[in-house]
């Protein structure tokens, strides 16, 4: 197993960490939890590449353990009645549509590289979900509501638009 697979294994483990945290109202330590499991994203990232250390098996875990973490804080946040549950079937809906498209595309020889549009939908995703576990406003609950959708959609659109071709 590569360092590179060690440290999105570890993400995976913060994540009932974060959950607990959370759900004890310890916010601020819910919130740094929440940041280290995210910035382990970058690091094994970063290992995987300039170490060499990419594997299929890391290509299937990194972008679920990423989900994984992203959907338990939007599910406690509809446990705290703060999110919608419509909402995240709306992302949750545009993962597995992408991810999809992707199989696809790879079942034809053909690999669909993250776009401009899915990076700005990553970040303002974890950062919207990084304001919402520390802070509880209803005002902000929907604008940070409304910034995630608009960029789960656009994205969505955007990999279907550049991308739709695969499923011909």
């Known amino acids: 197993m590569?360092?590179?697979?060690?440290?999105?294994?570890?993400?995976?483990?913060?994540?009932?960490?974060?959950?607990?945290?959370?759900?004890?109202?310890?916010?601020?330590?819910?919130?740094?939890?929440?940041?280290?499991?995210?910035?382990?994203?970058?690091?094994?990232?970063?290992?995987?590449?300039?170490?060499h250390q990419t594997s299929d098996f890391g290509k299937f875990l990194d972008p679920l353990a990423d989900k994984l973490l992203v959907f338990a804080a939007m599910l406690i946040l509809v446990e705290l009645q703060r999110f919608p549950a419509w909402a995240v079937m709306i992302v949750l809906t545009r993962e597995f549509a992408v991810s999809g498209l992707r199989m696809t595309a790879a079942s034809k020889g053909h690999v669909?590289?993250?776009?401009?549009?899915?990076?700005?939908?990553?970040?303002?995703?974890?950062?919207?979900?990084?304001?919402?576990?520390?802070?509880?406003?209803?005002?902000?609950?929907?604008?940070?509501?409304?910034?995630?959708?608009?960029?789960?959609?656009?994205?969505g659109v955007e990999y279907f638009v550049k991308n739709g071709s695969a499923l011909r």
């Not at 970040?123 to 576990?133: D, K, P």
């Open 2 to 51: 590569t360092t590179a697979t060690k440290i999105t294994l570890a993400r995976v483990a913060l994540i009932p960490t974060f959950m607990v945290l959370f759900l004890l109202g310890l916010n601020w330590w819910a919130l740094a939890v929440f940041i280290i499991a995210s910035l382990t994203d970058l690091v094994d990232g970063y290992v995987a590449r300039n170490y």
């Open 112 to 155: 669909i590289a993250a776009g401009w549009s899915g990076k700005v939908k990553t970040a303002a995703t974890m950062i919207g979900l990084c304001v919402l576990i520390v802070f509880a406003a209803p005002w902000l609950d929907i604008t940070v509501l409304a910034v995630i959708l608009v960029t789960t959609i656009w994205s």
